[in-house]
């Protein structure tokens, strides 16, 4: 599984931005996307996955303000990221999850200025 991610930038406080990750290869059996962050010095975490059926979760800290959609048919996800904070710059990776493998994306680069 490739997967490429796409929408990361620089953007003010408040701003929003939306990201986007396409799958390609044996997508068959993805069970499970999300994405995951990493700041500077600190460990990547888990911002908001989704199942193959459509449940999601969410980190406390992007609850009321992040969106993760996913479109199985397109072999795409997306993350809408409102209200954003100077707290939310991070690297944003997506990861798809198989029952044989877990896969990570290069990463893209949110920065939010305050």
């Known amino acids: 599984v490739q997967l490429v991610e796409s929408g990361g930038g620089l953007v003010q406080a408040g701003g929003s931005l939306r990201l986007s990750c396409a799958a390609s290869g044996s997508t068959f059996s993805i069970l499970r996307m999300g994405w995951y962050r990493q700041a500077p010095g600190k460990q990547r975490e888990l911002v908001a996955a989704?199942?193959?059926?459509?449940?999601?979760n969410y980190a406390d800290s992007v609850k009321g303000r992040f969106t993760i959609s996913r479109d199985n048919a397109k072999n795409t996800m997306h993350l809408q990221m409102n209200s954003l904070k100077p707290e939310d710059t991070a690297v944003y990776y997506c990861?798809?999850?198989?029952?044989?493998?877990?896969?990570w994306g290069q990463g893209t680069q949110v920065t939010v200025s305050s």
């Open positions: 989704i199942t193959s059926g459509g449940s999601t």
């Open positions: 990861n798809a999850w198989k029952p044989l493998g877990d896969y």
